[in-house]
């Protein structure tokens, strides 16, 4: 079972994480029957250049985005090796699409997955819901045998817990299978980088078929570059990295 302050402590991660500061700092993690504090240092795949620049599409996208809606929405911005993941809610589809091209310009962007919802803002209670879904999922990736949690970016929006990463098919396996047996996830969608296994197998490319059940999608037509949702096989993206988006739901 994991505990609250096992979840809390995920949480903070994320939210540090989610404020600029680097995985690098090493962070108190408290846990465990008696309640002692064990000190976990974050493992990062990216470079201290890669991670500056995902800072910066981040934060250069939220302002540009803000400064466009004029208070219009509620847009998250979320880059992993330089790929940006759109969530939250926003009046009208010209609004989605204005949100895609302004990040798709953002300086140093590669690819944009696009799952802004056309829909009236979330809540306060489903926001926080969702907060706690993220520190959850991330809880049980710390405490999975083979999962490497801390180059896993975790968010939820709207009860789809959203996993980013540069990760082994191996461990992509590995938690996603966490994510959908996670109590309260309604959907999962991975967008993977897919890195070769230890010992130099190169990345799978993307196939016709996929071991697991997904959730039909329908998908428009991206611009050059830009993947605008998730689609129900892996997508490879033309950028230095394969980018694996695939949907899958929960496991019940």
Do not use: F, W
Not at 54 to 65: A, F, L, N
Not at 110 to 138: F, H, I
Not at 185 to 197: F, G, K, S
Request: aromatic share 2%; with cysteine.
């Amino acid at each position: 079972m994991i505990s609250l302050k096992r979840v809390a402590g995920a949480c903070l991660v994320a939210a540090l994480a989610g404020a600029g500061l680097s995985a690098c700092v090493p962070l108190a993690i408290v846990g465990g029957a008696a309640g002692a504090g064990t000190l976990m240092l974050a493992a990062e795949r990216r470079s201290s250049e890669t991670q500056v620049a995902d800072r910066t599409i981040e934060e250069e996208g939220r302002q540009s985005v803000v400064n466009a809606l004029a208070g219009r929405g509620h847009v998250n911005i979320t880059s992993y090796y330089r790929k940006a993941l759109l969530t939250g809610e926003v009046p009208t589809e010209q609004d989605r699409q204005l949100v895609q091209s302004i990040v798709a310009r953002t300086p140093g962007v590669q690819g944009v997955v696009n799952e802004l919802a056309v829909m009236p803002n979330s809540g306060p209670g489903q926001r926080s819901n969702d907060t706690y879904l993220s520190g959850l999922v991330k809880a049980r990736l710390i405490d999975a045998n083979g999962a490497p949690a801390n180059s896993v970016r975790v968010v939820t929006e709207r009860g789809t817990t959203y996993l980013m990463g540069r990760l082994t098919a191996h461990e992509a396996e590995i938690v996603t299978q966490v994510a959908r047996q996670t109590n309260g996830v309604q959907r999962v969608v991975r967008v993977i980088d897919l890195i070769a296994e230890p010992g130099g197998t190169a990345p799978v490319a993307a196939s016709a078929t996929t071991a697991e059940p997904v959730v039909p999608v329908t998908t428009g037509q991206p611009a050059p570059g830009v993947v605008t949702s998730p689609v129900t096989q892996p997508v490879i993206q033309q950028a230095p990295q394969p980018i694996q988006v695939q949907t899958l739901p929960p496991i019940k």
